[in-house]
């Protein structure tokens, strides 16, 4: 018996895509097609889903590793398998964190999206072992410590300098630091366009925590 496949994403050339996998193997049928992951407990909830190919971030910034959380939890038997473009490696270890069984980057595409469905329905778990190289100005984003990117995570937020300090509770003058530092280290002219620019180079993400 095939298959069934939920494609929960919110982009719709991925969303095609994923679709026409499904739809020209033989060995999946498409159970549905959703772009926002609060639609998905339901879905499985319905009992007609083997496999879910989940978006990171879904319309309405719906968080799509919580809902892969929630259905691991409710539906063990459900395989989730997380898919995004974006190449913060907070994302690997939240995957990972959720129970997703495993973790495909769009952009990236060492083993063919259909090959890594294939193993992840016989039992393995498919992980990369890094995410893609993202540039963020001059720098790279494995040029950055685990403390510089927590900063960044939450200057791009919207954070001051304060407020960083006591959520990550280190001191406002360490904060002050790493920001200095990210900005020497990627030429950013101010800590205005070094969040802006950590966002569109996706080596951050503020919607997802």
Not at 56 to 77: C, F, M, Q, W
Request: charged share 25%.
């Amino acid at each position: 018996m095939p298959c069934r496949v939920l494609i929960v994403d919110d982009q719709f050339i991925p969303r095609q895509f994923f679709e026409n996998t499904v739809r020209l193997s033989d060995r999946y049928v498409l159970a549905g097609s959703v772009d926002a992951a609060l639609y998905a407990d339901a879905w499985c909830a319905e009992g007609g889903v083997d496999l879910v190919l989940m978006d990171v971030v879904t319309n309405d910034g719906t968080n799509g590793l919580e809902a892969a959380a929630r259905i691991k939890k409710s539906y063990p038997k459900v395989k989730v398998i997380v898919v995004t473009s974006l190449p913060d490696a907070l994302f690997l270890q939240m995957a990972r964190a959720a129970g997703a069984d495993s973790f495909w980057y769009k952009e990236l595409q060492e083993d063919p999206l259909l090959e890594v469905m294939d193993r992840t329905m016989a039992g393995e778990r498919i992980w990369p072992d890094k995410p893609p190289e993202a540039r963020l100005g001059m720098a790279k984003a494995e040029d950055f410590t685990d403390r510089e990117l927590a900063v960044l995570r939450l200057l791009a937020k919207g954070l001051s300098d304060r407020e960083i300090a006591e959520q990550l509770h280190m001191g406002f003058t360490t904060v002050r630091y790493h920001v200095d530092n990210l900005m020497e280290k990627t030429g950013q002219s101010s800590r205005t366009a070094l969040a802006v620019n950590a966002v569109l180079s996706g080596i951050t993400f503020p919607g997802i925590d």
